[in-house]
């Protein structure tokens, strides 16, 4: 099925994967915190979720990915809290609060 996923289709798919990592490039290149940040793993021996910190003075980011094929209920009280947390960029336009999709991740400024 080349001529319907191939690169050029993926370069027009505002939803693509092509089109994930290039925000997520552009977003290096914007933000201090992403390059320079301190990194801190958080959640070493979850079976499913990534998820680490990067911090930069006052500024800190979340990052959180889940990265398997079954859906995932958010680990409250294990990650920092997300209030007026700010979603910068994510896999999913539909994502839901307190679980994280197959493969879903997501990249938060704190408060």
Known sequence: NYAAI???????????V???VQKLIALRHADE?????RFALLLPDHEQIWAFTRTRGDDRLLVVANCSSLP???????L????????????????????????ESR???LA
């Open 107 to 109: 990249i938060l400024r």
């Open 33 to 37: 915190t992403v390059r320079e940040g």
């Open 80 to 103: 920092p809290d997300l209030t007026d947390a700010e979603l910068l960029l994510g896999t999913h336009a539909d994502a839901r609060d307190g679980e994280l999709a197959p493969w």
């Open 18 to 20: 092509f089109a994930h």
């Open 6 to 16: 191939n690169a050029e289709q993926a370069r027009r798919d505002p939803g693509s």
């Open 72 to 78: 995932c209920a958010w680990p409250v009280g294990q």
